[in-house]
Structure formats: structure tokens, C-alpha cells
Nanobody, 120 residues
Framework: QVQLVESGGGLVQAGDSLRLSCAAS????????MGWFRQAPGKEREFVAA????????YYSTSVKGRFTISRDNAKNTVYLHMNSLKPEDTAVYYC?????????????WGQGTQVTVSS
């Protein structure tokens, strides 16, 4: 059974940093493109960042580019999202996306989500 387990969320102040982790099990994701999405209250889930299977290319939404960095460690089957200069508008549930189609930005697997709350 495929599982994506996110961790690292929490309550922080504006300007702080957080690192989210997504640990994959039940499947070797080393050949999969992976990503992060988020969903704020009352809003639709939106793309945040993606990374190719070998880490040679990354993609970001305009709202986080320059502040967030996606990375991966295939030996640990783990994907990370480093978030700097956090803003209150970054408050959302963050979801790991596995086996992601870069062309359509649609994954085959979702994690359960981790809450990130940024206070002003």
C-alpha cells in the first residue's frame, strides 16, 4: 500500500521558516516526479512546487518562487519543502503529491496533509 506521510507543519510567525517532509513508503518513488500542493480554508487546492525524479529541474508557483525550495533525497524516499519568509497568506494545509504528471500537474497519490499556520 502506497503511503505519503507529511510532517513539519506548525504555527509560526510571519518571516519565519519551516521545512516540510514527505516520506514515501510502499513504492519506490525515485523514478517519480513529486510535488507539493496546498489548500487554504474556503479555497481550492493549488500547486506550490514540483521536482523531477532526479532533482534536475524544479517548478514553483509565482506566489512562492524565491521563498520556497523543493528538494528530494531518493535514498530516503523523501521530498522536502523548505519555506522561508513565510507570510500569513501561506497559511494552508500542505499536501505531498506523488507520481506527479508535470504536464498536467496531477498526481496519482496524495498524503494526508500537514497544517501550516502563519500569524502576522
Amino acid at each position: 500500500q502506497v503511503q505519503l506521510v507529511e510532517s513539519g507543519g506548525g504555527l509560526v510567525q510571519a518571516g519565519d521558516s519551516l521545512r516540510l517532509s514527505c516520506a514515501a513508503s510502499g513504492r519506490a518513488f525515485s523514478n517519480d516526479d513529486m510535488g507539493w500542493f496546498r489548500q487554504a480554508p474556503g479555497k481550492e487546492r493549488e500547486f506550490v512546487a514540483a521536482i523531477r525524479w532526479n532533482g534536475d529541474r524544479t517548478y514553483y508557483s509565482t506566489s512562492v518562487k524565491g521563498r520556497f525550495t523543493i528538494s528530494r533525497d531518493n535514498a530516503k524516499n523523501t521530498v522536502y519543502l523548505h519555506m522561508n519568509s513565510l507570510k500569513p497568506e501561506d497559511t494552508a494545509v500542505y499536501y505531498c503529491a506523488g507520481d506527479l504528471s508535470i504536464a498536467t500537474m496531477s498526481p496519482n497519490y496524495w498524503g494526508q496533509g500537514t497544517q501550516v499556520t502563519v500569524s502576522s
